[in-house]
């Protein structure tokens, strides 16, 4: 239940930065937020990260309604079996923020994105975004030092059960 409060904490949190962008700053207008460093800029999205795939946007809400749709039966399905909370904590950011995204495509036909660093050339990318990102970290930290260790645990567990 709680990764379920998380994801929907997520969509919420980033519905609501976007909806403050629209009402607040004209397309294509910037206003900084801390000098130097980030600013917060509004631009329509109709592609994936770095705008690729611009244009394609029924192509990509389907495929993050079947990413998010695939997350959310592998987080709640493997919950108890993993037994990581940095697995599960990935999974929902990860989640939350395609649903997120996903919600953008869907009701308007681009996402709203509105974070923009100033200090480095880099695409201006949304709450939702910054989730899938941190999630996909979050995973990648858990393959690399704790997957192996999850797997001897599941064939340890295993094998108990052969033999009980």
Known sequence: MIYAL???AIVIGDQIAKYFTVANLALGESITFIPGFMDFTYVKNTGAAFSMFSGATWLLALL???MAAVIIFLLFKYKKQVNSQLFNV???FIAGGAIGNLIDRVAQGYVTD???FTFVDFAVFNVAD???CIGAVLLGVWVIW???KHKKT???NGDAQKKG
């Open 6 to 8: 998380l994801i929907a």
């Open 90 to 92: 990935a999974m929902a």
């Open 146 to 148: 704790f997957w192996d």
């Open 114 to 116: 509105m974070l923009q």
């Open 154 to 156: 599941e064939v340890a």
């Open 130 to 132: 910054s989730f899938v």
């Open 64 to 66: 993050s309604a079947v």
